[in-house]
């Protein structure tokens, strides 16, 4: 019996179906799978589907990565070249995990600075319970007081920059936060300054801390008054009472006799301790340290070094130097060079003039007989000229100058310098032949701010960037006082 014509056409489009599935099923098995978790954030970018990044394609990437795949510096000057150059999948995924790898090993850097300073925290207020009168130390105080807009002395500065009125500093609040007070903020509360939730506790924690530790410097000042006076006693005026001695004495005497009229001159001549008139105030000396460091990198940083040393420099320590140095010498800082570091202590009212340098000879032209030298000086000049302010600040007009060499670049070889021997020697210089020597270039920093100075508190006195053959070449200079 014949197979009717519809049924035999039905048979042959199944089979036809059939086999383009298979084919598909087949092509699917040879694809390679890719096992880097970062495919699908490759494939954004790569949007042809070829398997690589190239082109037009290049050039949607991050900054970053442009500059790293498609990026060439010549003469100090970055090109790009996206035709001809290509991304595969396993360059990406090695970059990424590369930056994710950095990443967590800035953030446990952060993470252990974070730590090892709220330890320190912990012992001093423990210290600070173990003195006479006093319980709990006045940080443990106030972290442990709710404060609200009624209860806060800060409470009216606060509502003055919570322009909204929410109770929150967010947003362009935030943005528009004079400069020591974000660096503070973000320091002291850095999970809370990142989510946007700074609130009346923290900036009335921020401002009861900062009277503290004005209250601390006072005593400071005050104990070095002391100690001056009696360091001039010991070295000057042994033949005479000590001046504690007569600071204890002073309150006892009585001076009904005529006996006692005649010494009071004596003792008014003598250094005395306390200040027993509000109006006559003996200024203390007071300790300047200027530090000036540089680095360089072979990529644009994530982080600015201005922002890491500020940083650094704004934990509890002794001085500026103490606390830079051991992450200048860590290795895993990225190779911070200290340039200069200046310290001097003198009166708050009077010029200091601070200066570091040579005189360097330098190639100033070059003549049939030879070279000829100039001398350069080079090196740093700092002058401060400190005003006391009567919150114990101080207004300081800086004046930071230095100067260093440069090294020029050397122009590349042209065919016409070289020449060849008969017998076909290899190829040297004619001296007659050769170019005069590039001197170097000399370059200048020159700052000149007015500041308003607190003790202890690091501020940034100028900050500087450039691209470089050598990479991004980034110049910090800080400066604190303490009395």
């Keep these: 019996m014949p197979v009717p014509r519809f049924i035999s056409i039905a048979v042959i489009g199944m089979c036809w179906i059939a086999c383009q599935a298979y084919a598909q099923d087949d092509d699917a098995q040879d694809e390679p799978k890719s096992t880097s978790p970062h495919t699908e954030f490759f494939r954004t970018f790569d949007t042809n589907g070829d398997g690589v990044i190239s082109g037009e394609e290049g050039r949607k990437l991050p900054p970053s990565m442009r500059q790293t795949f498609f990026g060439l510096v010549s003469n100090g000057a970055l090109t790009y070249t996206f035709e001809g150059n290509s991304v595969s999948q396993d360059a990406f995924h090695e970059f990424i995990e590369d930056l994710h790898q950095q990443q967590k090993q800035e953030e446990a850097k952060r993470r252990n600075f974070e730590e090892d300073r709220s330890r320190k925290r912990v012992l001093e207020g423990y210290l600070n319970s173990l003195l006479p009168n006093k319980n709990t130390s006045p940080k443990e105080k106030i972290k442990v007081k709710e404060v609200t807009l009624e209860s806060s002395p800060h409470a009216e500065y606060f509502q003055h920059l919570d322009s909204d009125g929410n109770g929150i500093l967010e947003g362009e609040e935030k943005e528009k936060l004079p400069g020591a007070l974000r660096v503070e903020l973000t320091r002291m509360f850095p999970e809370v300054w990142a989510e946007d939730q700074i609130t009346i506790q923290e900036f009335h924690t921020y401002w009861e801390q900062e009277r503290e530790r004005w209250e601390q410097s006072q005593i400071r000042g005050r104990e070095s008054k002391r100690f001056s006076d009696y360091q001039r006693w010991n070295l000057l005026k042994r033949d005479q009472p000590s001046p504690f ?92 060079e200290m340039l200069n570091y200046f310290k001097a202590r003198a009166m708050p009212d009077s010029s200091i003039h601070l200066q570091q340098g040579t005189r360097a000879p330098i190639v100033q032209s070059t003549s049939s007989r030879g070279n000829n030298y100039q001398l350069v000086s080079l090196g740093t000049v700092v002058t401060i000229n400190p005003k006391r302010n009567e919150d114990g600040a101080l207004l300081a007009s800086i004046q930071f100058e230095k100067s260093e060499l440069r090294p020029s670049v050397a122009e590349p070889m042209v065919e016409e310098e070289m020449v060849k021997r008969a017998d076909d020697a290899p190829a040297r210089y004619v001296p007659g032949d050769s170019k005069p020597v590039e001197p170097p270039s000399i370059g200048t920093i020159n700052l000149q701010p007015l500041m308003n100075l607190k003790p202890t508190v690091p501020e940034l006195l100028g900050e500087l960037a450039e691209k470089t053959e050598a990479g991004f070449e980034e110049t910090v200079i800080l400066v604190m006082f303490h009395e």
């Design 245 to 336: 001695a007569e600071a204890a004495q002073e309150p006892k005497e009585e001076p009904k006799t005529e006996s006692a009229v005649i010494e009071k001159p004596k003792a008014v001549a003598r250094p005395v301790v306390k200040n027993e008139s509000p109006d006559v105030k003996v200024a203390a000396p007071v300790t300047f340290e200027v530090v000036a460091i540089r680095r360089v990198s072979s990529s644009l940083p994530q982080r600015t070094l201005a922002d890491e040393a500020v940083s650094v420099a704004s934990a509890e320590g002794p001085s500026l130097a103490a606390k830079l140095m051991p992450w200048i010498a860590d290795a895993d800082s990225g190779g911070i």
